[in-house]
């Protein structure tokens, strides 16, 4: 069964971005973008039992976590690949990633870094302390800004970021890991609405 024909059975009103990765070990998402845990037990009542075997996490939106987070929202519609960084961390340890993020934040605003993206917290699915960051990409040409040298003036916030990811991961972190997925329009379920920013790309004529 193709993974959107659910979505389309049940009439789901909320759109699902499929996606696979291109580094990494071979994987599908589906990211489903519910507004509240009511939407998610409409949807559960609509499609009903699945039929297949997947993992599936519920997580909660970070905003204070979130670099840029209103134009990442706008991006969506656009993005062709997302950046997903998963932080697995202790629990006890959730303030030093909290300071691990503010320095992200200093360190991108310092260089006025392209790249904004949404954090989520998951609270089913996975063991606690898991942490989801969501970047979109409209290309991956936006990845070429992000290894830039730093300038002198940035080095000082760099640095510091430097130490406290050290010490995360010295007194809490347990893992974390980047990968690189690719948007696949026929694996999605999103309404014309969201469609419109991109028409070509999620209704394509062939």
Same mark, same amino acid.
């Given at each position: &069964?193709?993974?959107?024909? +659910?979505?389309?059975?049940?009439?789901?009103?909320?759109?699902?971005?499929? &996606? /696979?990765?291109?580094?990494?070990?071979?994987?599908? $998402?589906?990211?489903?973008?519910?507004?509240?845990?009511?939407?998610?037990?409409?949807?559960?009542?609509?499609? =009903?039992?699945?039929?297949?075997?997947?993992?599936?996490?519920?997580?909660?939106?970070? +905003? =204070? $976590?979130?670099?840029?987070?209103?134009?990442?929202?706008?991006?969506? +519609?656009?993005?062709?690949?997302?950046?997903?960084?998963?932080?697995?961390?202790?629990?006890?340890?959730?303030?030093?990633?909290?300071?691990? /993020?503010?320095?992200?934040?200093?360190?991108?605003?310092?260089?006025? !870094?392209?790249?904004?993206?949404?954090?989520?917290?998951?609270?089913?699915?996975?063991?606690?302390?898991?942490? !989801?960051?969501?970047? +979109? !990409?409209?290309?991956?040409?936006? &990845? @070429?800004? =992000?290894?830039?040298?730093?300038?002198?003036?940035?080095?000082?916030?760099?640095?510091?970021?430097?130490?406290?990811?050290?010490?995360?991961?010295?007194?809490?972190?347990?893992?974390?890991?980047?990968?690189?997925?690719? /948007?696949?329009?026929? &694996?999605?379920?999103?309404?014309?609405?969201?469609?419109?920013? @991109?028409?070509?790309? $999620?209704?394509?004529?062939?």
């Amino acid at each position: &069964m193709a993974p959107a024909r +659910p979505y389309a059975n049940a009439r789901a009103a909320v759109d699902a971005l499929g &996606m /696979v990765s291109i580094t990494g070990v071979p994987e599908a $998402w589906q990211i489903e973008l519910h507004q509240s845990f009511a939407g998610i037990e409409d949807l559960d009542k609509a499609a =009903g039992p699945a039929g297949s075997s997947h993992r599936t996490l519920i997580a909660f939106y970070r +905003p =204070g $976590w979130s670099y840029r987070a209103d134009q990442a929202i706008r991006m969506f +519609p656009r993005a062709h690949y997302f950046h997903i960084t998963v932080y697995c961390v202790r629990p006890d340890a959730e303030d030093q990633l909290g300071e691990l /993020v503010k320095l992200r934040r200093l360190s991108a605003d310092s260089v006025n !870094l392209d790249r904004p993206d949404l954090a989520y917290q998951v609270v089913s699915g996975a063991p606690s302390g898991t942490f !989801l960051f969501l970047a +979109p !990409l409209t290309s991956l040409k936006a &990845m @070429d800004e =992000g290894v830039a040298k730093i300038p002198v003036y940035a080095e000082a916030t760099a640095a510091a970021r430097a130490k406290t990811a050290s010490q995360v991961s010295a007194d809490g972190e347990i893992s974390r890991e980047h990968t690189l997925f690719r /948007v696949e329009p026929r &694996m999605s379920y999103v309404s014309d609405d969201f469609a419109e920013a @991109d028409r070509e790309f $999620w209704r394509p004529k062939n």
